[in-house]
């Protein structure tokens, strides 16, 4: 590896598995030292021990506001500071406009908005303490294509998701214009192979045919992997995307134009 990273300090949400996990693989490749949280303690644990002694857990529920105040304070402590933060934890929970019921409404925007929020709020706050050396910092929030692509049954991922694109606008031009140097982009991922992908899968009846459905979507052939966001992630991450921020960067093998 080239070590695009190489010094740099990340956090990544939802790393325990999937697009998390992906990327923070990657990033440690790329010579960053890495967080990984998650709410999955043991997933977690095993993940950061895979990946080395550039990687550390904790264990945390992105959408408890107390939970981000330790965690940026380990960051602060351990690593005097960060460079990078990932928004990726996220949950896909179905229901239409009729079925879907308040609870899980209110759960899908606490985990896949508030979230981001919440990360994006703490990751300024710590970055603009960074050194001359360091000033700045890269905040990436994973959004998806169902920001820009509307299915029936996806009503409370679709409206979260595209809220954290517009958000991320609105941060990367805050951040613009306060002087900060800090750049805000998020991500628009196709379908992605992971563990979320099979809980999507086990809330239909026949989850095999979901996924052949998700498949022929793809114009490119195929559905996307980890490794194939965490590419993007490591562009927007590194100094080579300086001058790039308030984008939304879509990898879904042209799903979104199909």
């Known amino acids: 590896m080239s070590e695009k990273l190489a010094g740099k300090r990340a956090i990544v949400t ?22 990984i ?12 021990e895979s990946l080395g002694d550039n990687c550390q857990f904790l264990h945390h529920d992105v959408s408890v506001p107390s939970q981000w ?14 460079d990078i933060m990932v928004n990726v934890a996220g949950v896909t929970l179905m229901g239409t406009i009729e079925d879907l019921d308040v609870e899980t409404w209110d759960k899908t925007m606490a985990i896949n908005v508030r979230s981001c929020f919440l990360g994006c709020q703490g990751a300024i706050k710590l970055m603009k ?5 360091t000033k700045g910092g890269a905040i990436i929030n994973m959004a998806s294509v169902s920001a820009v ?20 606008k609105s941060v ?18 196709g379908v992605i192979e992971t563990d979320m992908l099979k809980k999507v899968m086990s809330q239909v009846e026949d989850g095999e045919a979901l996924m052949d459905s998700y498949r022929a979507l793809h114009p490119i052939g195929r ?4 490794e194939d966001v965490a ?11 300086s001058f790039v921020t308030g984008s939304a960067f879509t990898v879904d093998g042209a799903l979104s134009l199909n």
Not at 149 to 168: C, H, I, Q, R, W
Request: with cysteine.
């Open 14 to 35: 939802g790393g325990a598995t999937g697009i998390g996990y992906g990327i923070a693989k990657r990033f440690v490749a790329e010579g960053a030292l890495v967080i």
């Open 37 to 48: 949280t998650d709410i999955d303690a043991q997933g977690g644990t095993s993940a950061a």
């Open 69 to 82: 105040d330790t965690v940026f304070a380990h960051a602060k402590t351990h690593f005097s500071g960060l």
């Open 129 to 133: 303490t960074n050194s001359q050396e």
């Open 149 to 168: 692509k509307a299915k029936p049954e996806l009503v409370a991922y679709n409206a979260s998701k595209s809220g954290v694109d517009m958000m991320t």
């Open 172 to 189: 990367a031009l805050h951040c613009a214009a306060s002087g900060y140097g800090i750049n805000v982009n998020s991500i628009n991922p």
């Open 223 to 226: 559905i996307g992997q980890p």
């Open 231 to 241: 590419a993007m992630a490591v562009y927007l991450a590194s100094d080579e995307a």
